[in-house]
C-alpha cells in the first residue's frame, strides 16, 4: 500500500514537470542548428559594458530558475545568499562545466553561432558547528565577453571620380570578470540566520578592432585594448523561518544586499599595422564603480518532497561610473546604461525526501524553473535588451555517500531583431559534481 502510494506521487510529480517543460519550452523556442558564420559568432550583448552579467550560486539554484535567496539544503552550499552557509552538516567540494551554443539572428543578416565552454564554478564549504555555523569559498563568473562580429562597408578614395574602396571591419572580444567569495553563515535561533562575505572581483576584458581594406593604396590595422581590474566588496544577508506553519510545511524569506564599490582599473591599448609593428601603445589607470545590488527571495515547502522558490534581485546600473570609455558608455555623459532586474521562480520534486534508505531511483531529485531579465546596457539607448529562460535538471546520486552528480538545462532567447539589433537564442549544458564528507570530527580518545 505504502509503495502504491509512493509511485503514485512520484508519477504525478514527474507528469507535472514534463507538462511544465513542454509548455516552456514551445514558448522560449530551442535554437535552430547552423553552421558557424563570420558576420555575427558568439553574442554581441557581452561586448557593451563589463559584458554579459552572469550568476551561479549552486547547480541546484541553477536549475531551478537561478535564483534561490532563500533556499535551504543541507546537500548544496548556496551562495546566493551566505546565511545559508549555517545549513551545512558536511564538509562539500562543488564543482561544474558549462557548455553554450548561442545562434545570433540579425534582420536580413546571416544567421551566427559560437559555441564554447567554460569552468560554471568551483567552491569548499564547512560546517564550524554543524547546522549552525558555516564557511564556504567560492570562485565563479561575474561577468562574459566572448563576441565576433565582421561588417562590410566602403571608404571613398575618389570623390570626383566616385571610387570607393571596400573593407571589412572586425570586432573581437573575450574574457570576463570573476568573483572570489569567502563567506560564513550563523544561526542566531531556530528561526533567524544571518551571514556576510567578502568578495573580490577582478579579471581582463580583452577587445580588437581589425580594418582590412581590399586595396593594397591603404594599410590595414588592428586596434587592442585591455583592461584589467580588481576591487573587494562586501555582502551580508539573512533568512527568516516563518513561524506558525502547519506540520510538514516551511516557509523561508531571505534576503540580500552587495555594497557598491570602486575598482581600480588599468588599460593597455596599442595600434599596429597590417607588418605587425607597434606604431602607437599606451597604459592608462583609472577607476570603475560596481553598484548596488539587492536580492530577496522566498521558498516554499508544501511536503517534504516539494520545494519551491520565488526570486527577484536589482542592480543598481544606473549609478555605474568608469574612468574608461566602454561600448555603450562614454565618458563624455553618453551612457546607454540602466538598472538591471531580474525574476525567477522554480520547483524541485525529490520523491526520497527524508528517506535516507530509499531506493536508488528515488533518490533522484527533478528540477525547473524560469527567469526573465532586463539587462542593464543596451546598444541601442531606446531599446531595452531583456532575457527569458526555462531551466531544468536532475540531481542523480552516486555509490559514494554525500555526493551527487547534476545535470542541468538552460534554454532561453535575448534581445530582438527590430531597430537594428540581435536576437540571441542559446542553449547551455551544465555538468557539476557536488561531493560530501565529514571532515574535521572530533575523535573519541581511549
Avoid at 18 to 37: D, F, I, N
Avoid at 147 to 176: A, H, W
Avoid at 182 to 190: E, F, V
Avoid at 405 to 432: A, E, K, P
Amino acid at each position: 500500500m505504502i509503495t502504491s502510494t509512493l509511485n503514485v506521487h512520484f508519477h504525478k510529480g514527474m507528469r507535472i514537470i514534463t507538462v511544465g517543460l513542454l509548455a516552456l519550452v514551445t514558448l522560449v523556442g530551442l535554437p535552430k542548428a547552423t553552421s558557424a558564420q563570420s558576420q555575427n559568432d558568439g553574442s554581441i550583448y557581452s561586448r557593451f559594458g563589463l559584458g554579459e552579467r552572469v550568476s551561479f550560486y549552486s547547480s541546484k539554484s541553477q536549475a531551478m530558475g537561478g535564483g534561490g535567496y532563500a533556499l535551504s539544503s543541507s546537500q548544496y552550499a548556496n551562495f546566493a545568499n551566505p546565511a545559508s552557509l549555517s545549513d551545512q552538516f558536511l564538509t562539500r567540494f562543488a564543482g561544474g562545466f558549462t557548455y553554450q551554443s548561442i545562434n545570433a539572428q540579425a534582420d536580413g543578416q546571416p544567421q551566427g553561432t559560437l559555441a564554447s565552454g567554460t569552468l560554471s564554478g568551483v567552491s569548499l564549504s564547512f560546517p564550524l558547528r554543524a547546522n549552525r555555523t558555516g564557511m564556504g569559498l567560492s570562485l565563479t563568473p561575474y561577468t562574459s565577453v566572448s563576441y565576433r562580429v565582421d561588417t562590410e562597408s566602403s571608404v571613398v578614395s575618389d570623390p570626383e571620380g566616385g571610387v570607393s574602396i571596400p573593407l571589412i571591419t572586425s570586432f573581437k572580444g573575450n574574457g570576463g570578470l570573476y568573483r572570489f567569495s569567502t563567506g560564513i553563515g550563523h544561526r542566531l535561533t531556530d528561526a533567524l540566520t544571518v551571514g556576510a562575505s567578502s568578495e573580490l572581483i577582478f579579471g581582463i576584458l580583452e577587445e580588437n578592432q581589425q580594418t582590412l581594406f581590399n586595396d593594397l593604396s591603404f594599410v590595414d590595422r588592428s586596434v587592442s585594448k585591455a583592461t584589467r581590474m580588481h576591487g573587494l566588496t562586501a555582502k551580508a544577508g539573512f533568512k527568516f523561518v516563518v513561524p506558525g506553519m502547519p506540520d510538514g510545511k516551511g516557509l523561508v524569506i531571505g534576503g540580500t544586499i552587495r555594497l557598491p564599490k570602486m575598482m581600480t582599473a588599468t588599460r593597455s591599448q596599442a595600434l599596429v599595422d597590417k607588418l605587425d609593428r607597434d606604431t602607437l601603445g599606451t597604459v592608462i589607470k583609472g577607476d570603475i564603480k560596481l553598484p548596488l545590488e539587492l536580492g530577496f527571495g522566498v521558498a516554499f515547502q508544501p511536503d517534504p518532497r516539494w520545494t519551491l522558490i520565488a526570486d527577484v534581485s536589482f542592480e543598481g546600473w544606473s549609478e555605474f561610473e568608469s574612468d574608461f570609455d566602454l561600448p555603450g558608455y562614454s565618458t563624455s555623459g553618453t551612457s546607454n546604461v540602466s538598472n538591471g532586474t531580474r525574476i525567477s521562480a522554480g520547483a524541485e520534486y525529490w520523491p526520497a525526501a527524508r528517506r535516507p534508505f530509499a531506493p536508488w531511483s528515488s533518490k533522484i531529485a527533478y528540477r525547473i524553473g524560469f527567469y526573465t531579465d532586463q539587462s542593464y546596457i543596451s546598444p541601442n539607448v531606446d531599446e531595452n535588451i531583456g532575457s527569458i529562460g526555462i531551466t531544468g535538471g536532475l540531481s542523480l546520486p552516486s555509490l559514494v555517500p554525500g555526493t551527487t552528480i547534476d545535470m542541468n538545462i538552460d534554454v532561453g532567447r535575448r534581445g530582438t531583431t527590430s531597430n537594428g539589433l540581435v536576437r540571441d537564442r542559446y542553449i547551455r549544458f551544465g555538468l557539476n559534481i557536488n561531493f560530501g564528507e565529514r571532515w574535521f570530527e572530533r575523535l573519541p580518545l581511549g
